[in-house]
RNA sequence: GGGCACGUAGCUCAGUGGGAGAGCACUACAUUGACAUUGUAGGGGUCGGCAGUUCAAUCCUGCCCGUGCCCA
């Protein structure tokens, strides 16, 4: 006998641990069975689990588990990221607590260190997948610095190299000035703050007074100016074109030049120019052939190429220094309070400076354009499809990549230098020795570059990485191109735009055909979830609280393309309580000794519920198919969800109940059909539950040898032929339920006490609705809590109430307790929403336009619609009048 | 400043060119019946506003208002 309830907590990590030690999420290469491919995008070594994930991975596995159960061999690739500069952070912070650092220990034995810590605390993220029910290939797990992959990464860098696709440039980069590193443009983040800008007068050369009025908002960069730009239209300034100012304070000449950058509309017209600081001057310096004067270190200290007295300073001190100087002299003009949106590392939160460095870059544009038309023609989908604009914005204006960063943790740049500082770039040292043996014609020492890649260089790879490339192995070739990738959309451009152009590049075909791009979770108030807001939920919280079937069908229900979800505590209970409820039928299936039946066949019953049943659980199966291969994943969980507690439980479970004390081929039917119904609703829901499913399939039909060997992931998603849909029975039982539905509002509107049993006389019946009383008289009598059904075409008696179903009037004759004025007001209400339909119907078909364009059926459909209420409201009317009478 | 979403019942959200839906919340009634982690019933919405297209608009188009996000 089942317990009471479903106890989530000990049995999800027993089935998890029975699931996992059988190996069975694993893909089988060999096997005939066509592919069905996912990329899990790896977390985060250093996570752990949060909302985002929850959705995501739910999503992935409900996937993987219904194309399994259909047949497929499904591969969920799973894996960690070494995530270069959140995991050397974390690291970097133990050892300052132990007032160590990274430069004590060098280079090696930090990463030692790290590796260390990869293997003690990396696994979090991976144990709390499995909580989560999720079946990826486990044996198959992979980290973006293992051997395989690191060397697809070398591989990688060495061919883009050669074709000219990786290069070294100096430019300006976004500079971190505390992890003292490169990011790329996708790591910085514009915030929109308070600040000033401070109109400063620059001497003229040889005008005696004369000066030229600059705006900046960045005034500790002026020692780094190298002109000062006008419009060439700006009247006001044509005449000072070609003419010198004077830096103050450094009092060094740079030349006014005119140049379209600048713009007449703001401030003052006239800009100062610093190309080494700026990534529009760097531009303006590069047409005009400036030179770049950088004035700052890697900790945006002010460095040598700044006054005596300044050195060393850090940036901010060094503003404010200037600005009292500005003062002192007089040509500190103005200070204007504006909002100015500014660069801050993502990781680190301080601000950015663009900086004048040596990087490598990947062309990125030449790569995206294959990967433009990839989209473009349709070969990968986006899903929702808007997040294609999103893609194309970004790609058709693609930056050059600054894939080098100034770490350790991370896969190092396979580039050396000779003594002259050439570059020879090869797989391994030993390639890279041979090809300086051929330029110097003897063997030289090489010194390798210190800097790796970007995390994302080596993810992009993913897709093929994980997967034997460069090998040519059976698991590259089954498994590549991939079906879906599913993620959210802040990483399109990190991860999802640069796997594309990757594998278009090296697979010459898209990794994945369809992009799912999934909600972001935010709080019950819809606030983005932050640790500093302090309103994260945790999953793993949940879980604990509800159990993991809970949360996962909670996220799957709310999982509505192109809409966050608000996740609410409240939901999760819902849910929390759907399996419950399913949990009580299968008790009360176990009780009643309705378990599957093998060699049970759905196409031979006979009685009608049970037509009717199966029907709507056909039905159901395909609303769930069609949701799922569309990516409605919340369509499919409302449709097994209203078909578990909306129909079997509300209903189903209600009609057959007293039969199931009887004996006979009746009774033997209806115990067939509700056993088999559970062992459907068990496989159809594993997908979307998978623990409690799971426990139910163990304890029922495996321990009570009713069947269902393995696990229920291993067995056949079901497929009803279309024949087993009787649309007789759905109207026939749907007549039952709407019979019963009125009269139960009828005594509800009345007040009827529940313990009431009522006289029920119907009149104006037709030959069909004779036959269904006397078929269905018993069921309908203990539902709606009837003593005796009578076919009478006497006038009702006094004092008793009307309704109508069909063409059927129902009379229930209360008089001692009916509340005449009460039911009076029942009747007028009805009759009035009644008429005022009639009347919109009546304006429509009095409309000849709408007679001449409107498609017949919708003419005759308005005309059907006009007759029934009419005929309704006759007979409510009838009603009315009768009670008047009384 | 440019772009993309979204605005439907108290709340969270589905949905559709032709009769406004679900869950939760709320109200009433029901207590040892598989299930109170329940059942039955009920109330509640000019589908953000204004115009246009159409025989017909909550749905399509435009503008406006509001909210959120992305990019500059």
């Known amino acids: 006998m089942l317990e009471k309830t479903f106890q989530h907590g000990a049995l999800e990590e027993e089935h998890y641990k029975k699931w996992e030690n059988s190996a069975s999420f694993a893909a089988k290469p060999e096997s005939n069975n066509a592919p069905y491919a996912v990329m899990m995008p790896p977390p985060n070594v250093t996570g752990s689990l949060h909302m985002g994930h929850a959705l995501n991975m739910t999503l992935q596995d409900i996937l993987t588990r219904y194309k399994r159960m259909k047949g497929f061999d499904a591969l969920w690739q799973p894996g960690t990221d070494h995530a270069g500069i959140a995991t050397q952070m974390v690291v970097e912070r133990q050892l300052d607590e132990k007032g160590t650092s990274r430069r004590d220990l060098g280079r090696e034995e930090f990463l030692n260190k790290v590796w260390e810590w990869k293997e003690e605390s990396g696994g979090t993220i991976v144990r709390q997948l499995r909580r989560l029910g999720a079946t ?35 430019r300006l980069v976004n500079w971190d000035p505390k992890l003292l590193t490169a990011i790329s443009d996708l790591e910085v983040e514009q915030r929109e703050n308070k600040g000033s800008m401070w109109h400063i007068d620059y001497p003229i050369e040889g005008e005696q007074a004369q000066t030229i009025r600059i705006a900046t908002t960045r005034p500790e960069t002026m020692f780094g100016d190298t002109a ?196 020879f770039v090869g797989a391994d040292e030993a390639d890279a020795l041979a090809q300086a043996r051929e330029k110097y014609g003897e063997d030289v020492e090489l010194r390798q570059d210190e800097d790796v890649l970007d995390t994302w260089f080596s993810s992009a790879l993913w897709p093929f990485s994980t997967i034997g490339w460069p090998d040519e192995t059976p698991e590259l070739k089954k498994y590549y191109p991939g079906d879906v990738l599913i993620t959210g959309f802040d990483i399109i451009f990190f991860w999802v735009a640069r796997m594309i152009m990757m594998g278009m590049h090296f697979m010459d075909d898209i990794p994945f055909d369809t992009v799912y791009i999934h909600a972001l979770v935010r709080d019950s108030k819809g606030q983005k979830m932050s640790k500093s807001k302090g309103n994260v939920i945790d999953p793993l919280e949940l879980i604990e609280k509800y159990g993991t079937d809970a949360l996962r069908f909670t996220l799957t229900a709310m999982a509505a393309q192109g809409r966050d979800i608000k996740l609410s505590e409240e939901r999760v209970e819902g849910y929390r309580n759907f399996g419950t409820k399913l949990w009580n039928a299968a008790r009360y299936c176990e009780m009643n000794n309705c378990m599957p039946q093998p060699g049970f066949d759905p196409s031979s019953v006979s009685y009608t519920p049970n037509k009717w049943i199966i029907t709507e659980l056909a039905r159901t199966e395909q609303a769930i198919e069609q949701a799922l291969d569309s990516y409605k994943f919340n369509d499919a969980a409302q449709a097994i969800y209203q078909f578990v507690w909306g129909s079997f439980c509300d209903w189903y479970l209600e009609f057959t109940k007293p039969v199931l004390s009887e004996e006979g081929d009746k009774a033997d039917e209806i115990r067939q059909t509700t056993g088999w119904l559970l062992s459907q609703i068990v496989t159809l829901l594993n997908p979307f539950m998978p623990y409690i499913t799971e426990e139910l399939s163990e304890k029922l039909f495996e321990e009570q040898g009713n069947g269902a060997e393995g696990f229920v992931f291993q067995q056949q998603w079901p497929e009803y032929a279309e024949s087993l849909q009787d649309q007789d029975a759905t109207d026939e039982m749907g007549w039952v339920m709407q019979f019963i539905s009125e009269i139960r509002s009828v005594r509800s509107d009345m007040n009827v006490p529940a313990g009431a049993k009522l006289s029920l006389i119907v009149k104006d019946s037709a030959a069909q609705t004779q036959e269904r009383l006397n078929l269905y008289e018993e069921i309908i009598s203990r539902m709606a ?44 209400k009805e009759i009035e929403k009644l008429s005022s339909d009639i009347k919109k119907i009546d304006q429509k078909l009095g409309n000849k336009k709408f007679l001449d364009n409107a498609p017949d059926e919708i003419v005759n459909e308005q005309h059907t619609r006009k007759s029934n209420a009419e005929k309704l409201r006759d007979k409510l009317s009838a009603a009315l009048k009768q009670l008047e009478v009384a």
């Open 136 to 170: 990826p290939d486990w044996d198959r797990e992979r980290f973006t610095m293992d051997d395989g992959l690191s060397a697809a990464v070398r591989k990688v860098f060495v061919q883009l190299y050669k074709e000219g696709l990786i290069y070294r440039d100096k």
């Open 228 to 423: 000062i730009a006008v419009h060439p239209d700006d009247e006001r300034y044509k005449h000072l074109v070609g003419k010198y100012a004077m830096i103050p304070i450094a009092n060094r000449l740079i030349p006014i030049i005119a140049d379209e950058h600048s713009d007449p509309e703001k401030g003052s017209g006239a800009v100062k120019i610093t190309p080494a600081h700026d990534f529009n001057d760097f531009e303006v310096g590069k047409r005009h052939d400036l030179p770049m004067v950088n004035v700052f270190d890697i900790h945006a200290h002010m460095n040598e190429n700044a006054p005596d007295g300044y050195q060393g300073m850090d940036r901010y001190a060094a503003r404010k220094k200037i600005l009292e100087e500005l003062e002192n002299l007089d040509l500190l003009a103005d200070e204007e309070s504006v909002v100015n949106s500014m660069p801050y590392g993502d990781r680190s939160g301080v601000v950015i400076e663009p900086y004048l460095t040596d990087q490598w870059y990947v062309d990125a544009q030449t790569m995206a354009k294959p990967a433009i038309a990839a989209v473009k023609e349709d070969k990968i989908k986006f899903v929702p499809k808007t997040w294609e604009n999103t893609y194309f914005a970004w790609m058709e204006n693609i930056q050059p990549w600054c894939i080098s960063r100034q770490l350790w943790w991370g896969h190092r740049i396979p580039a050396w230098y000779g003594p002259d500082n050439d570059v």
């Open 785 to 828: 809590r009837l003593q005796s059904i009578e076919i009478k075409e006497d006038a009702a008696p006094a004092g008793a109430i009307q309704t109508v179903v069909g063409e059927a009037t129902l009379i229930l004759p209360i008089a001692d307790i009916i509340d005449l004025d009460k039911e009076r007001a029942r009747l007028e």
